[in-house]
């Protein structure tokens, strides 16, 4: 628009000014709506906007869903175990037996896992685990551990409570034998199918008891995806 507008006094009418200053505000918003105009009344399936398509794209990006954490030993023998909370240097707690003896074991954390709760629209929901274990200056030779996410039941007769795990969540299982001395090997990730609601808790297999003088941390993470 050619000329100049006259700067227009509060609360006064300007018959000359106001119609070209509310031409020139509606000629901006629509060349603003014009360039910025997201499709349809929100961002919703029916307007087709891909993840891929905006600023910041972040539904294939991994979030923390849960972790434990425990420090093993010599003296723990080959079993299968539900990782702890890493606040204690106590050995985790094996899978099947009563809570309520002996002291000198964890207390597995357990978690509800509601798939509805991490799904997104028209995108898959992927889970992954990442073990991740750091070894002293002995090498536990031979061992292999063997992280997974498994499913719990519960059981106990008079004063006693069971925590036993299931068959592991297919796809979910990272390993590693005889992990190198004075290290931190990372395992993972690989996405895997979410399983059903449900609880779980994440665990280890050891194939055998550790070299004497070893002492390994053992921790794991499961991260969530929608791809």
């Known amino acids: 628009m050619a000329g100049t507008l ?4 509060i609360g006064s009418p300007n018959t000359q000014a106001d119609p070209k200053i509310k031409e020139a505000l509606e000629t901006l918003n ?3 709506d014009a360039e910025n105009k997201v499709p349809g009344t929100s961002i919703s399936t029916a307007a ?4 891929t398509q905006l600023a910041s794209p972040n539904n294939s990006a991994y979030r923390a869903l849960f972790q434990a954490q425990s420090v093993v030993a010599a003296e723990l023998a080959a079993g299968t175990y539900i990782l702890g909370t890493g606040m204690t240097t106590v050995a985790p707690r094996a899978s099947g037996t009563d809570l309520r003896s002996g002291g000198s074991a964890q207390v597995p954390p357990l978690f509800n896992f509601l798939p509805e709760k991490y799904e997104v629209s028209s995108k898959t929901l992927k889970l992954t685990l990442l ?57 993972g990730p690989t996405d895997f199918t979410a399983p059903a609601f449900g609880a779980y808790a994440l665990g280890v297999v050891t194939s055998a008891a550790l070299t004497t003088n070893s002492v390994a941390s053992l921790s794991s993470t499961l991260l969530y995806r929608s791809v």
């Open 30 to 32: 629509n060349k603003f």
């Open 6 to 9: 006259p700067i227009p006094s």
């Open 48 to 51: 087709a906007i891909a993840d």
């Open 131 to 187: 073990g991740t274990i750091a070894v002293n200056a002995t090498i536990p030779t031979g061992v292999k551990f063997q992280f997974g996410l498994y499913p719990v039941t519960v059981a106990g007769g008079a004063n006693e409570l069971k925590v036993t795990l299931g068959a592991v969540v297919s796809g979910s299982i990272v390993e590693v034998t005889s992990p190198p001395a004075s290290s931190v090997t990372r395992l």
